[in-house]
């Protein structure tokens, strides 16, 4: 199967979990919020959180079991990975949404909030890229 294909049915199964969580839940799927909710230790096992985060982290093994996906190599620092996580991490809070929150559901709900902080952390991420590929050479 082509990648495009796959990359089209992985954008219907994430509209189609943001949506079944927005009916079931009430609430938006923005990752960010959910981590929050599963780090709080007063609704660990109580809220839908936490099994919502547990599929995202469970599909791509699934995923590999039933097809044999390419092997992507990454040349990056594990050190430098996880400082840019930490940032993104951080960011996310500042910014009261994630990419998910504001990219996927707040778009959809034509949110100009959301409309902004996704124009805002796109245009940084290709700000970043170019910097690193074209200025630091790395």
């Known amino acids: 199967m082509h990648s495009f294909v796959l990359a089209f049915l992985g ?4 509209g189609l979990a943001v949506v079944g969580y927005l009916f079931v839940n ?3 799927a923005g990752i960010s919020g959910l981590i929050a909710q ?3 230790p007063q ?3 109580k809220t839908p959180a936490l099994w919502f985060l547990l599929g995202l982290f469970i599909t791509p093994f699934a995923y590999g079991l039933f097809f044999k996906p390419e092997i992507v190599m990454v040349h990056s620092e594990p050190i430098l990975l996880i400082v840019a996580g ?3 991490g951080f960011g996310t809070r ?3 949404g994630c990419t998910s929150g504001h990219g996927i559901c ?3 709900r034509l949110s100009v909030r959301s409309i902004v ?3 805002t952390f796109m245009l940084a991420g290709f700000m970043t890229v170019y910097v690193m590929r074209h200025v630091i050479g790395a």
């Open 86 to 88: 930490v940032l993104v």
């Open 26 to 28: 009430g609430r938006i």
């Open 11 to 14: 954008g219907i199964l994430l």
């Open 117 to 119: 902080a996704t124009c």
């Open 94 to 96: 500042l910014g009261s």
């Open 38 to 40: 599963v780090l709080n």
């Open 43 to 45: 609704s660990l096992f």
């Open 106 to 108: 707040g778009m959809s």
